[in-house]
């Protein structure tokens, strides 16, 4: 037994009592518990051991071909009134669901062991960390967590009597996709995942706690839990600053997080330093300006399209000591494969199903005969990253300088904008929205909100959400990072991205971060302010200074009828939209005419 504390031994107790299972383990955390864990994952067969030369302390696992992502229509927030789940929430009455989950639950580790991980969201004892403890059936799920949070003796010591710890119960059941749920109860400090074992679902550190739990959280305490990268941008002077950038999915985050600087600014002595590639928690500190740290350990990244040239870093990350889920198996050297890794497919391989693959078979249009599964994933160490920020274990956090959201829009948004003030920058990360891309289901060139890259993961009324943000920025006054909004998607008439992306984003960091400091100058517009195209730096680039103008546009017309969009997207919120955003919409349609 690992611990004294009253509500962590009564909940155990009530939970054991519910499940029955023939043995028990504590997680400490040691590395001789983890290995036997992993062998006796490759003895079941729920694990394969991969070449210890090419890919020492790898492994592949494959989950069932009905479990192979995160499944937002069976999320729920269970809070108490249902209005305070808000619009853009799956509800149900938390008695109800606690009562579903029992039954289904009940019985189901008869014949298997329950893992107790006692886990640390952010560095263990920092003032801005969190404690969990995440009771589960699955190995697969504790090596996982081992990777993405700090677990172990350690937690538990740090927790003591107190009772501010989440309860996390997962349940692998028969991994049914009818009886799947995937429940968030804020009041409660409270998750419960049954019937899957695919890792979004079931690393309940992940988004569920992270994200979900700790917005509410961050809500009731004073705080915020964000679905941001944090970035450190070293300047040839040795100077550091940090931003954090929220982008919807399909707009480059990884690749941002992990950015090389193009070669020209490398020369000059320009660096990029990764705090966190996923989530930021953020608290003003001791000085009055924002703090964040990353919440977890490693990186739970997509692998397929994922290679030396789109992310070097990604991709160093997975070298060692990583779980591999749902790629292929190359059968020849013992290695994992997946499209986009490189030109050269396996010439013998299993795919992501455990079926052989025949490389001649595959068409890029059809899903089905790839030999990764699109949703496939790595659970890489952070410690693994070549450009991880020296301030990755900071108890206190980094000061962030700028926050940026982003989105994918093929016409409307310039390259780059800084908003006018923050509250004018809460509503610009309240318009983030996408245009969909081939690889969503449905139509191609819809606009999706996705409000500050949050919608999935707000564990509470988005509008309530809103307003905390206003909150905090009366809250920071002056010492409030300044907001900006990017576009790496702009499009030419033949559907070319105009803006090469990728390391040359630093071009666009650069200006953000001599705005931050008064060193550039801006022009004024309706949306906010843009750069002059001279002082974005062009130097060793294939673009001239009129296309770059190109990008900089505000286009009325696209932007009216943005405001007209954004005003209906918005009445989903009633009563509980802060009525700046109502201002903030007719004062931009004034300054457009």
Same mark, same amino acid.
């Given at each position: 037994?690992?611990?004294?504390?009253?509500?962590?031994?009564?909940?155990?107790?009530?939970?054991?009592?519910?499940?029955?299972?023939?043995?028990?383990?504590?997680?400490?955390?040691?590395?001789?518990?983890?290995?036997?864990?992993?062998?006796?994952?490759?003895?079941?067969?729920?694990?394969?051991?991969?070449?210890?030369?090419?890919?020492?302390? !790898?492994?592949?696992?494959?989950?069932?071909?009905?479990?192979?992502?995160?499944?937002?229509?069976?999320?729920?927030?269970?809070?108490?009134?249902?209005?305070?789940?808000?619009?853009?929430?799956?509800?149900?009455?938390?008695?109800?669901?606690?009562?579903?989950?029992?039954?289904?639950?009940?019985?189901?580790?008869?014949?298997?062991?329950?893992?107790?991980?006692?886990?640390?969201?952010?560095?263990?004892?920092?003032?801005?960390?969190?404690?969990?403890?995440?009771?589960?059936?699955?190995?697969?799920? =504790?090596?996982?967590?081992?990777?993405?949070?700090?677990?172990?003796?350690?937690?538990?010591?740090?927790?003591?009597?107190?009772?501010?710890?989440?309860?996390?119960?997962?349940?692998?059941?028969?991994?049914?996709?009818?009886?799947?749920?995937?429940?968030?109860?804020? #009041?409660?400090?409270?998750?419960?995942?049954?019937?899957?074992?695919?890792?979004?679902?079931?690393?309940?550190?992940?988004?569920?706690?992270? %994200?979900?739990?700790?917005?509410?959280?961050?809500?009731?305490?004073?705080?915020?839990?964000?679905?941001?990268?944090?970035?450190?941008?070293?300047?040839?002077?040795?100077?550091?600053?940090?931003?954090?950038? @929220?982008?919807?999915?399909? !707009?480059?985050?990884?690749?941002?997080?992990? /950015?090389?600087?193009?070669?020209?600014?490398?020369?000059?002595?320009?660096?990029? $330093?990764?705090?966190?590639?996923?989530?930021?928690?953020?608290?003003?500190?001791?000085?009055?300006?924002?703090?964040?740290?990353?919440?977890?350990?490693?990186?739970?990244?997509?692998?397929?399209?994922?290679?030396?040239?789109?992310?070097?870093?990604?991709?160093?990350?997975?070298?060692?000591?990583?779980?591999?889920?749902?790629? @292929?198996?190359?059968?020849?050297?013992?290695? =994992?494969?997946?499209?986009? %890794?490189?030109?050269?497919?396996?010439?013998?391989?299993?795919?992501?199903?455990?079926?052989?693959?025949?490389?001649?078979?595959?068409?890029?249009?059809?899903?089905?005969?790839?030999?990764?599964?699109?949703?496939?994933?790595?659970?890489?160490?952070?410690?693994? !990253?070549?450009?991880?920020?020296?301030?990755?274990?900071?108890?206190?956090?980094?000061?962030?300088?700028?926050?940026?959201?982003?989105?994918?829009?093929?016409?409307?948004?310039?390259?780059?904008?800084?908003?006018?003030?923050?509250?004018?920058?809460?509503?610009?990360?309240?318009? =983030?929205?996408?245009?969909?891309? @081939?690889?969503?289901?449905?139509?191609?060139?819809?606009?999706?909100?996705?409000?500050?890259?949050?919608?999935?993961? !707000?564990?509470?009324?988005?509008?309530?959400?809103?307003?905390? $943000? /206003?909150?905090?920025?009366?809250?920071?006054?002056?010492?409030?990072?300044?907001?900006?909004?990017?576009?790496?998607?702009?499009?030419? #008439?033949?559907?070319?991205?105009?803006?090469?992306?990728?390391?040359?984003?630093?071009?666009?960091?650069?200006?953000?971060?001599?705005?931050?400091?008064?060193?550039?100058?801006?022009?004024?517009?309706?949306?906010?302010?843009?750069?002059?195209?001279?002082?974005?730096?062009?130097?060793? /680039?294939?673009?001239?200074? #009129?296309?770059?103008?190109?990008?900089?546009?505000?286009?009325?017309?696209?932007?009216?009828? +943005?405001?007209?969009?954004?005003?209906?997207?918005?009445?989903?919120?009633?009563?509980?939209?802060?009525?700046?955003?109502? +201002?903030?919409?007719?004062?931009?349609?004034?300054?457009?005419?």
């Amino acid at each position: 037994m690992m611990t004294k504390n009253p509500t962590v031994l009564k909940w155990l107790s009530e939970i054991r009592e519910l499940v029955q299972p023939d043995k028990e383990m504590w997680i400490t955390g040691e590395e001789a518990q983890l290995e036997e864990l992993r062998k006796e994952a490759v003895a079941t067969g729920e694990m394969i051991k991969l070449n210890e030369e090419k890919l020492p302390g !790898c492994y592949l696992h494959r989950t069932k071909p009905n479990d192979v992502a995160r499944v937002e229509d069976r999320t729920f927030i269970c809070s108490r009134k249902k209005e305070n789940a808000g619009p853009t929430n799956n509800w149900c009455d938390p008695q109800e669901m606690y009562k579903r989950l029992y039954d289904i639950a009940r019985g189901t580790y008869r014949g298997r062991t329950m893992y107790i991980i006692p886990f640390s969201m952010g560095p263990i004892g920092s003032p801005l960390a969190k404690i969990g403890i995440e009771v589960t059936d699955s190995i697969y799920v =504790v090596l996982n967590m081992a990777i993405m949070t700090r677990v172990g003796t350690k937690v538990m010591e740090t927790l003591g009597d107190s009772n501010d710890w989440v309860r996390g119960f997962h349940a692998k059941c028969d991994v049914d996709p009818e009886k799947r749920y995937i429940c968030q109860f804020p #009041e409660d400090n409270t998750i419960i995942s049954v019937n899957s074992a695919y890792g979004g679902n079931v690393l309940l550190g992940k988004k569920c706690f992270a %994200l979900r739990i700790a917005s509410y959280q961050g809500w009731k305490e004073g705080w915020m839990a964000e679905h941001m990268l944090i970035l450190g941008i070293e300047n040839p002077k040795g100077e550091i600053k940090y931003v954090a950038a @929220a982008f919807p999915s399909a !707009c480059g985050k990884t690749n941002l997080a992990m /950015l090389i600087p193009p070669k020209y600014l490398r020369d000059k002595g320009y660096k990029v $330093w990764t705090v966190g590639d996923d989530i930021a928690w953020m608290r003003i500190g001791p000085d009055g300006r924002l703090y964040a740290i990353n919440p977890e350990n490693g990186f739970f990244g997509v692998a397929p399209g994922t290679n030396e040239h789109s992310n070097f870093n990604a991709l160093a990350s997975t070298r060692k000591n990583t779980i591999f889920t749902n790629v @292929a198996l190359d059968l020849d050297t013992n290695t =994992v494969w997946w499209e986009k %890794l490189n030109e050269n497919p396996p010439k013998h391989a299993i795919d992501w199903r455990g079926n052989p693959w025949d490389p001649s078979k595959y068409d890029k249009n059809d899903k089905l005969s790839a030999a990764a599964h699109p949703n496939s994933r790595f659970t890489a160490p952070a410690v693994n !990253c070549p450009c991880l920020s020296s301030e990755f274990n900071s108890t206190s956090g980094v000061p962030i300088s700028a926050l940026i959201f982003g989105g994918r829009r093929a016409k409307l948004a310039p390259l780059v904008y800084q908003a006018k003030d923050w509250a004018g920058g809460v509503f610009v990360g309240a318009s =983030v929205s996408s245009e969909t891309t @081939a690889a969503a289901a449905g139509a191609v060139g819809v606009v999706r909100h996705d409000p500050m890259a949050m919608l999935p993961f !707000c564990g509470y009324h988005m509008g309530d959400y809103f307003t905390h $943000w /206003l909150e905090m920025g009366e809250k920071l006054g002056d010492k409030a990072p300044k907001i900006f909004h990017v576009n790496w998607f702009r499009q030419d #008439e033949n559907g070319n991205f105009i803006w090469p992306g990728f390391g040359d984003n630093m071009r666009v960091l650069n200006w953000i971060l001599d705005r931050c400091e008064g060193k550039a100058d801006a022009v004024e517009t309706a949306i906010g302010y843009l750069p002059h195209p001279e002082d974005i730096d062009l130097t060793d /680039l294939d673009m001239d200074r #009129e296309t770059l103008a190109s990008i900089l546009t505000v286009d009325k017309d696209a932007w009216l009828a +943005e405001m007209d969009g954004l005003s209906e997207y918005f009445d989903k919120f009633g009563d509980r939209l802060p009525p700046s955003f109502r +201002e903030r919409i007719a004062s931009i349609r004034k300054d457009l005419q």
